[in-house]
């Protein structure tokens, strides 16, 4: 499996025991598993090939983009546009809504569900990163590795090179500054800057 770089964050020191689940129902638990296992390989696998050809499309080629996206995305909504390069995990675990718009080089790593709503404006080169590494190294040395959903509200505006790490949640209409490592909840509202990002101000409705 050609691996993505993933994120280190904080991860139970429990739990890294075989328990008779498979990997995949482990990850999809939200519980520590190891990704190097045949049936995620697989599953990455026809992701990257889905991938790979949306981001060889032209901006002519429309109704190709709208279908290759309905393959690798769990749900993609009207007049969403994604400009390629676009690079996921495994794509079905992304949903986006209605009206949004991705400049190029999304990476949006869906090890846990990345949940994006209506109307959101997302900068160039934005990564959305749920994947984690146990701190503990005996764990990390093991290869597991585990994750924490994403969740960006409405009408959210993301700067370009925004990073937006495990398990955090963005409040609708927030605007996030370029450049920003936002490592905690962001409430609705707000403008926010900064590594790790900070509110700097209200937005009023």
Known sequence: MNRSTRTAGPTSAAGYERD?????QRMLDGDPYIAD???????????QDLAAAYNATSPRQASLRRRLLGE????????TELRPPLYVDYG?????????????????????AITIGDDVQIG??????TPT?????????????????????????LGG???????????ENTVVGAGSVVVK?????????????????????
């Open 20 to 24: 008779g689940r498979s990997m995949r």
């Open 185 to 205: 909840d962001l409430p609705a509202n707000v403008v926010a800057v900064g590594n790790p990002a900070r509110v700097v101000r209200s937005l009023d409705g």
């Open 133 to 157: 590494h146990p701190v503990e190294p005996g764990p990390r040395r093991d290869k597991w590795e585990g994750a924490a959903p994403i969740s960006i509200g409405d009408n959210v505006w």
């Open 72 to 79: 690798l995305l769990g749900a993609v909504g009207e007049g």
């Open 37 to 47: 296992d045949p049936d995620l390989a697989e599953a990455s696998s026809v992701a």
């Open 92 to 112: 079905r675990h992304v949903t986006i809504g209605a009206r949004c718009f991705a400049n190029y080089g999304l990476v949006a790593l869906d090890v846990a």
């Open 161 to 171: 090179g925004v990073v937006v790490c495990p398990g955090v949640t963005i409040g």
């Open 124 to 129: 160039p080169n934005v990564q959305l990163l």
